[in-house]
């Protein structure tokens, strides 16, 4: 008998990795292919779109590496980084570089849409604050800047309806990229005319909305060809990546949050209804009729990664992870005179909100470490994510929290966090949980898995971890030491800003 699987595909902004999944949701297979971020200049990030789908191909071809293989699949969905736009032509080719979500050359038409608008109407239809970086602002740009590129588009793509239309011939994207994307009304599911009239477009030049988890046709004779696949494979619409990580890590319904941990550390909290008064990042979620608040920081991870390689080691011999975990495990409570790192790099997101502050490394002495900073650093990250989520909380009540990513590898980082938090956390099994998010969409948009609620199977190797009562109080005490001292160093901050005195 034909063994049958499903493939789910993470598209992020340095990389795009393939995982097969079984019909009973095991994790088969993963592999990741690389691609380049373009600078051309200060505050531009750009990408080539066609290294999308050459990424694509490759890695699909390594985990289907034998015809049997690539014969039992089934379906495929998508995992894509949000807010990056392509212009291309009616035969699907680039007319100019792909913009990345993280460029920032709109500063002239955030100013126009402001005037027009206000700061916050942006934030009222899309869920996403107004920027100088994301697609509605983009397109206007390319337009007065580069009539070129723009005369020759037939379609202004991001990453999910690109790959959707070189996979099927059908350009689709789902709601919560189209609601980053900032040209879709996420309440009303559509597109918000205002919002094109701005850019210069209309409609017939953007994608089809298709629901996450819904067909949106079988792959093409030179698709199927090119990743190696039946050419009755579905292709199910996916989800922005934060989302695919949520769902990969088993939240799929109202009252769950996850903390996702790479570069980024994000926190999404599921509802049943969008929270506008937040003032966080609103989208519909992965799942039929959820909603999810978003709040991250953007330099969770990469904290960690640049004091290990670039003060504790070198890029080439960093300090490891085995030592970084052995000295956790050996000394599982805070020091009381340890020092307290704050992890701003890129300025302090909710619930401080400032973005003058940058990280700071506070109360070293000469008896500290290395070990005991990269501990600081940890506890740094975890105490903001945690913050972030108690001010989520006080809005709607979180019944479920569980955590995702590459920082689960850490049982004392996973620790810090269920202290921290003061309840259990649930550790995704899922090493690459957008990537298995999405291959759950795939699974339920070709028929194999009936839903994510109905499939607790897929999750049954996620590991909880307790709160340990005999630190937590400790933890609980750094927590509001920290708080305390955030705001102060805030203030500190503000105050180096505006002080006229003599140095």
């Known amino acids: 008998m034909q063994r049958e699987y499903v493939l789910g595909v993470d598209i992020g902004t340095t990389n795009a990795k393939a995982m097969l999944v079984g019909a009973d ?57 949000g807010g990056t736009i392509v212009p291309v032509d009616a035969s699907l080719q680039a007319t100019g570089n792909a913009i990345v979500w993280s460029d920032h050359r709109c500063g002239e038409e955030r100013k126009e849409f402001a005037g027009r608008f206000g700061e916050n109407w942006m934030y009222e239809r899309t869920g996403w604050k107004l920027g100088a970086n994301l697609p509605a602002l983009q397109i206007r740009h390319m337009r007065k800047n580069d009539p070129e590129a723009f005369r020759r588009a037939r379609w202004f793509l991001s990453v999910p309806d690109y790959l959707a239309a070189r996979l099927t011939g059908r350009p689709a994207v789902d709601l919560s990229n189209a609601g980053i994307n900032q040209l879709a009304d996420v309440r009303a599911g559509t ?54 990580v949520a769902l990969g890590a088993g939240a799929c319904r109202r009252g769950d949050a996850v903390i996702g941990t790479g570069t980024a550390w994000v926190v999404a909290a599921l509802s049943d209804a969008p929270d506008f008064g937040s003032g966080l990042a609103q989208s519909r979620a992965a799942m039929d009729g959820l909603w999810g608040s978003m709040l991250s920081i953007g330099t969770g991870g990469a904290c960690l ?12 011999a960093p300090l490891s992870y085995e030592e970084i975990n052995g000295f ?104 690459e949980p957008g990537c298995f998010g999405a291959a759950i969409l795939a699974g339920i948009g070709c028929g194999l898995f009936e839903g994510a609620r109905a499939a607790s199977a897929l999750f049954e190797n996620d590991r909880t971890v307790l709160p340990d009562e005999d630190c937590m109080e400790e933890y609980q005490i750094l927590f509001k030491r920290y708080k305390r001292d955030a705001r102060r160093l805030s203030a500190l901050y503000s105050e180096g800003e505006d002080s006229d005195a003599p140095v």
């Open 25 to 81: 949701g095991t994790i088969l297979r993963t592999q990741a292919v690389g691609y380049p971020l373009l600078t051309p200049s200060v505050g531009r990030v750009e990408q080539r779109a066609e290294d999308w789908w050459r990424a694509l191909a490759a890695a699909v071809r390594a985990v289907c590496a034998d015809a049997e293989t690539a014969r039992g699949v089934r379906g495929l969905a998508l995992s894509t980084q």
């Open 191 to 244: 597109y918000c005319d205002e919002i094109l009239r701005f850019a210069g477009i209309e409609k017939r030049c953007l994608a089809e909305i298709v629901p996450s988890g819904r067909p949106v046709g079988k792959l093409t004779r030179e698709a199927a060809e090119a990743l190696g696949l039946p050419q009755d494979t579905i292709v199910s619409s996916g989800a922005h990546d934060q989302y695919a």
């Open 305 to 316: 990664d640049w004091f290990r390689k670039r003060i504790a080691g070198l890029e080439d």
């Open 328 to 431: 956790l495990e050996r000394n599982p409570r805070p020091r009381a005179d340890g020092p307290m790192f704050f992890p701003y790099f890129c300025g302090a997101k909710p619930p401080l909100r400032d973005d003058a502050v940058r990280a700071t490394l506070l109360g070293v002495d000469l008896s500290h470490d290395r070990l005991d900073v990269i501990r600081a650093i940890m506890e740094g990250v975890a105490c903001q994510i945690v913050w972030a989520l108690e001010a989520m909380e006080a809005r709607h009540p979180v019944e479920s929290l569980r955590v995702a990513g590459g920082a689960t590898r850490s049982p004392g980082w996973m620790r810090m966090l269920a202290n921290l938090a003061g309840r259990p956390v649930r550790v995704a099994a899922a090493g």
